[in-house]
C-alpha cells in the first residue's frame, strides 16, 4: 500500500498572524501607490496651471487660443483613435503579464502605432499643402496637431503597459512630470525661434516632450526602442 501524506489542517488561530501580515503589506502598498499618485497630481495640476498662465501671457489671447484650439483637435484623435489603443495595450500587457510573455505587449502597440505613422505623415502633408495653398498659417498648426496627437497616444499606451506591469509609482511621476516637461521644451524654443509663428512652436515644443518622456519611460521599465 502506498503511504499517503498526512497534511495537517491550520488552524484559524495559526493563520491569524499571517492573514493580519498580509493585510498590513496590502494596506502599506496601497498607501504608497496612493501617496505617489496624489503627487503626481499635484505635479500635473501645477504644470497646467504654470502652462496656461505663462503662454497666455507669451501669446496673448489670440495666440492662447489657436494653441487651444490645435490641442483639442489633438485630444479629439486621441479620444477617438489613441484613446482605445491605449486601453488595448493595457489589456495586452494584463493579459501578456499572465501568461510571463509581457515584452510583446508593447511590441503589440508599436505595430500599431507604426501602421498609423503613415496616416500621421499623410495626413501632415495634406495640411501643409493646404496652408500654403490658402496662405494661411493653421496648415502648418494643424500638421503640428496631428504630430502631438500621436506622441500623446504613444505616451499614453506606454504609460498603460506600465500600469498593466504594475508600475504605478512611476506611470505617476512621470504624469506629474509631462505638463512640466511640455512646459520647459516649449519655453526654450520659443526663446529659439521665430516669435510671429509662436503658437507653432510651442506646439513643436509639446510634440518633443512627449516623444522624450516616451524614451525615458521606454528606457527606465526595460521596453524595446525597437
Known sequence: MKNREIVTPVSSDQ?????WLLSRLRIREIATDTGWAAIGQVLALTGNVALVKVFVARLGPAGYGDLSIAVSISAAFSLFI????GNSALRYSSQYGV???SHL???????FHRSLLIVTGILTVICVLAGNLFNTAWGSLLAASVIFAQA??????????????????KVALFRGIDPWARFIMALLLLRFLQAEKAPLTVLIGFCAANVVIVLIIMRSSGIPLT
Open 99 to 101: 501568461r510571463n510573455q
Open 82 to 85: 489613441y484613446g482605445p489603443l
Open 15 to 19: 493563520a491569524a498572524p499571517f492573514q
Open 152 to 169: 500623446s497616444g504613444l505616451c499614453a499606451g506606454i504609460s498603460s503597459i506600465c500600469n498593466g506591469r504594475q508600475e504605478h509609482i
Open 105 to 111: 505587449a508593447p511590441i503589440v502597440l508599436w505595430s
